[in-house]
């Protein structure tokens, strides 16, 4: 069997950026960001569109918890994008297929929505599982979009393309599969067009799905 080279989770730098500890940065910036009432309302703090030490903080912690740099507490655009996402996902509910864009005759299938950074595992039109969050492809390196199939699975997967492991790693589509990362799935820019997964997630992803299963790709990755 020749083994695909895989697309990574992000770069080494990226890679070490994200799994830097959960501490505080050495400065926080007092400037008020043209998303500062979105970020208050978004972190349960007062909304009054000032920037405070305290709304710094959460802002801050935030940016780190998510690995979004720089890490100064500032609500641009880059934290309130990872911010409405997120509110995106939760609102996709119980019912991550309504507007049926994913096929609901192939049985068993895996459903990816760029759009809303989106997986879930159906049979049919019965959810199985999810939805959860994923971090596809940055731009010049999207996850291509439609109907694949499951074609090569690796449990300790090792990128030698980006000397990077990829656990769990289902492939679909030339080098992009699904895997779990060590950092954050909501990251900016993204993958180098694999579908990155929190481990809990891709492991479950692991049982439930095998060769031959259907994947379907779909929409389009805000930014890209």
Known sequence: MVVPLAMAAASPAQAATAAQPTSAASSCTTSTGPYQKQ???????????RQ????????QKFQINHGISPTIGYA?????????????QKAAGHDPNAARKCPTN????????????????????????????VRTGRDRYETRTGLKKIYWRDIDHWSTLYDVA???????DGGQA?????GSVWSPPGSHGCVNMRSADAKKYWSLLKNGDDVYVYGRKPGT
């Open 106 to 133: 192939k049985g068993r299938i895996a459903c990816v929505d760029l759009t809303r950074q989106l997986s879930w595992v159906q049979d049919g039109s019965r959810l199985v599982y999810g939805p959860v969050p």
């Open 76 to 88: 641009g655009p880059v934290t309130w994008g990872v911010m409405s996402l997120i509110n995106t």
């Open 39 to 49: 970020a208050e309302k978004f972190l349960g703090r007062p909304v009054d569109g």
């Open 178 to 182: 699904f895997h779990s990362i060590a």
């Open 166 to 172: 990829m656990p769990y790693s289902q492939f679909f």
């Open 52 to 59: 405070s030490r305290a709304d710094c903080l959460a802002i």
